[in-house]
């Protein structure tokens, strides 16, 4: 008699062979160009060297698709399909396949209207307008089946009569099922395809690069340079008060380059977005990237007025000095503030959760900071010079130092600062 533990391993040894079986037909390419329309990337990979797998065929009023890709470790992760008029993502037409190991597996459909912050197409009826799904997990690979159907009266649900460029993307899941943006884990067809028919089209890979220099320049420049520059404007004055070239002061010669290669920077780093878009500005719908955009285009716009004021500041002397002492003062707090908060929504969109953490640290440190600066500042009457005059030039009568307690801290934000620059580059370097 059969006991129970060699009818266990007989299921068992059924189940791997038929998920071995199952998985070998999903990634074969012998079907393609005959029985289905086929996507893979990279192109002609074999078994798990896919990275990415897409097969569809016409049934009746449906169509059906098989998508898969690799991970590396699946615990709650998304796998999607896009159709798009055009090869940037925006104005789409998607359908996610989510894989929770501690929950039901479910297959939804949204509509993108920019590049991130997908809305379900039917809130009350997730699925509509797809059957017979099912979410497999074999060997780290995640395969998803489902018939869609070519058109429904549903707003944003696009009709596969017609030909789109067919996008996938992969990527993490929120708690609350949500999906997180997917960084570099994506592939578009180098063509428009069309579903009602089994042919081959061929992927390519999309490039994140553009991306990855934007949010590493602007983190460059603001984060770090432009705080040091500030620094060295408001609390740094007296520093090395007996060097200086053509009579300007040390604290202008750091203050002054350091400002201008932020202007540079940001505006090297808006053009890389600004190309990566195809020149195209961010969707209103996409609120949080609108946002970002928008106090991002202000910062950039004020930190060039900012130069132009410093180039046509009146006089030492003139009446009207104190009038733009105050002017360049308040633009550059505000451009400042606005500056920390376009960074800091650019990590809630495209960094993962524990990011915020690194940013926050740094945030309350740049608080701890200016509120020691301010105390050691104050006590210091030597700190307090030329305040009418914005002194950039030195005085012959007064030689003001500085305390060893404002030297240190500005030796530990700089070197706290630069480790936290690394720290968000690397970031950026390995989630795009």
């Given at each position: 008699m059969i006991n129970l533990s060699q009818i266990l391993a007989k299921l068992v040894l059924f189940c791997l062979t038929f998920g071995q079986?199952?998985?070998?037909?999903?990634?074969?390419?012998?079907?393609?160009?005959s029985k289905y329309g086929c996507f893979y990337s990279p192109k002609d990979c074999v078994d798990d060297q896919c990275e990415f797998v897409a097969?569809?065929?016409?049934?009746?009023?449906?169509?059906?698709?098989?998508?898969?890709?690799?991970?590396?470790?699946?615990?709650?992760?998304?796998l999607a399909i896009a159709f798009s008029y055009d090869k940037s993502m925006g104005n789409d037409s998607v359908v996610?396949?989510?894989?929770?190991?501690?929950?039901?597996?479910?297959?939804?459909?949204?509509?993108?209207?920019?590049?991130?912050?997908?809305?379900?197409?039917?809130?009350k009826e997730p699925s509509e307008g797809l059957s017979d799904v099912k979410i497999t997990n074999f060997k780290g690979l995640l395969i998803c089946t489902f018939k869609r159907d070519k058109s429904t009266n549903a707003k944003n649900f696009f009709d596969l009569n017609e030909n789109y460029y067919l996008l996938m993307a992969k990527g993490d899941l929120e708690k609350d099922g949500s999906l997180t943006y997917h960084g570099s884990d994506k592939i578009i067809s180098q063509q428009k395809i069309d579903f009602n028919i089994a042919l081959e089209a061929k992927s390519v890979k999309v490039s994140t690069n553009f991306v990855k220099i934007h949010a590493i320049l602007m983190i460059i420049a603001w984060p770090f340079l432009s705080t040091i520059g500030i620094l060295f404007a408001r609390y740094y004055k007296s520093i090395f008060p007996k060097m200086n070239i053509t009579g300007v002061q040390f604290w202008f010669l750091i203050h002054r380059p350091l400002m201008l290669t932020v202007c540079l920077l940001s505006l090297i780093g808006f053009g890389f977005i600004f190309s990566y878009k195809n020149w195209s500005w961010t969707s209103q719908s996409s609120v949080k990237?609108?946002?970002?955009?928008?106090?991002?285009?202000?910062?950039?716009?004020?930190?060039?007025?900012?130069?132009?004021?410093?180039?046509?500041?009146?006089?030492?002397?003139?009446?009207?000095?104190?009038?733009?002492?105050?002017?360049?003062?308040?633009?550059?707090?505000?451009?400042?503030?606005?500056?920390?908060?376009?960074?800091?929504?650019?990590?809630?969109i495209f960094l993962k959760n524990f990011h915020?953490?690194?940013?926050?640290?740094?945030?309350?440190?740049?608080?701890?900071?200016?509120?020691?600066?301010?105390?050691?500042?104050?006590?210091?009457?030597?700190?307090?010079?030329?305040?009418?005059?914005?002194?950039?030039?030195?005085?012959?009568?007064?030689?003001?130092?500085?305390?060893?307690?404002?030297?240190?801290?500005?030796?530990?934000?700089?070197?706290?600062?630069?480790?936290?620059t690394l720290m968000m580059i690397l970031a950026i370097l390995e989630y795009f």
């Open positions: 079986l199952y998985a070998a037909e999903i990634l074969n390419s012998t079907d393609c160009n097969k569809w065929r016409l049934i009746e009023d449906q169509i059906e698709f098989i998508i898969a890709a690799k991970f590396d470790k699946l615990k709650q992760n998304w996610a396949c989510k894989f929770n190991a501690d929950a039901n597996n479910n297959v939804q459909n949204y509509y993108n209207p920019g590049q991130f912050d997908p809305e379900l197409i039917n809130s990237n609108f946002t970002h955009s928008i106090i991002g285009l202000v910062t950039i716009i004020l930190s060039l007025i900012q130069p132009m004021m410093a180039f046509f500041r009146p006089d030492k002397l003139a009446d009207n000095r104190p009038v733009f002492n105050w002017a360049h003062r308040l633009v550059g707090i505000f451009v400042y503030s606005s500056s920390i908060t376009a960074v800091f929504l650019g990590v809630i915020w953490i690194g940013l926050f640290s740094w945030i309350v440190w740049l608080v701890i900071l200016i509120v020691l600066l301010e105390v050691f500042h104050s006590r210091s009457s030597t700190d307090k010079v030329h305040e009418k005059s914005n002194e950039f030039k030195i005085s012959e009568n007064e030689e003001p130092k500085i305390g060893i307690q404002k030297t240190i801290l500005l030796i530990v934000h700089i070197v706290l600062s630069l480790l936290w």
